[in-house]
């Protein structure tokens, strides 16, 4: 990609050297497990494994962050100045786009944060990967997250990391129209069909990154190889292939992202037609 080095984003906020405590003894497998239960009650998921998690700061089960180092902050400069790029880009963009879906856009904050961090929807930790609040309009990362992404999940690339970014601004974007409230109405009207209204939701924010990356292509932000490395991420955080790689098996019925397939899917309609109403992944 083509982007800015040492850009900064009057709407990021850095909490990296703010010390957080963090609860001990929930894995990764309790995390999903809480995920499929508040699901199935018609909950947000990320609302009650940050409720969970900071009910786990309380009394003896806490550990606290260990300082960042000048060494450390070094090695993520430009990561740090590569979100804050993106960030400014992709709500540029919305402030252009919305407009045209009958809205108009109000600036989500990106807070990067170490480990944990505070948030409107409770405590969020790295382990639960980027994450949007409603409750604060905010976009939260860790930026050892990009290290997951090209190690574990083999999805490298700037443009897979800005598919990141733009995924979460998808979700304020439905904030925004009301997409959200709307699917969490009806998931406590319909608590069986849960999972698969996340889901929809989760296609729809891949859909919305790609009608950035549209965007971004055509203003010549985009080099040879970007769009297959976002499609590349989108097919690595696939719900099948996570389970398969942690469990060796695959659960549809547990899916809350979709599927490595549909997610490339919708990401590709976003970047083919460029156009909200291409991505009502509700119909």
């Not at 003894?25 to 239960?37: D, Q």
């Not at 989500?108 to 994450?131: H, I, K, N």
């Not at 929809?200 to 010549?220: I, M």
Request: proline share 3%; charged share 20%; glycine share 10%.
């Amino acid at each position: 990609m083509r982007w800015q080095r040492g850009h900064r984003s009057q709407n990021v906020e850095d909490r990296r050297r703010s010390p957080v405590a963090r609860g001990a003894g929930i894995g990764l497998g309790g995390l999903a497990i809480m995920a499929v239960i508040s699901l199935l009650m018609g909950q947000n998921p990320v609302t009650v494994l940050m409720q969970l998690l900071g009910a786990a700061t309380q009394g003896g089960g806490v550990t606290a962050s260990a300082p960042i180092t000048e060494a450390e902050l070094a090695a993520q400069e430009e990561s740090y100045s590569f979100v804050s790029f993106i960030l400014d880009d992709t709500q540029k963009t919305w402030r252009e786009i919305l407009p045209t879906a009958g809205a108009s856009y109000q600036d989500a904050r990106l807070v990067v944060f170490r480990d944990a961090t505070e948030s409107a929807c409770g405590l969020g930790q790295s382990a639960m990967g980027p994450f949007y609040c409603p409750g604060d309009q905010q976009v939260y990362i860790d930026l050892a997250f990009y290290d997951d992404l090209k190690e574990r999940f083999g999805a490298p690339g700037d443009f897979a990391q800005a598919y990141v970014i733009a995924h979460e601004i998808g979700h304020h974007v439905q904030n925004i129209l009301g997409v959200e409230q709307q699917m969490r109405e009806a998931q406590r009207r319909n608590p069986s069909q849960a999972n698969e209204l996340s889901v929809l939701l989760e296609l729809q924010a891949d859909c919305l990154a790609g009608v950035w990356g549209h965007s971004a292509a055509q203003r010549g932000l985009l080099e040879a190889g970007d769009l297959e490395e976002g499609l590349n991420a989108a097919a690595a955080i696939g719900d099948d292939r996570i389970q398969k790689q942690q469990s060796g098996r695959v659960s549809p019925e547990s899916f809350t992202h979709g599927s490595s397939a549909q997610r490339v899917q919708w990401l590709r309609r976003g970047l083919e037609a460029g156009r909200v109403d291409a991505c009502d992944t509700f119909k």
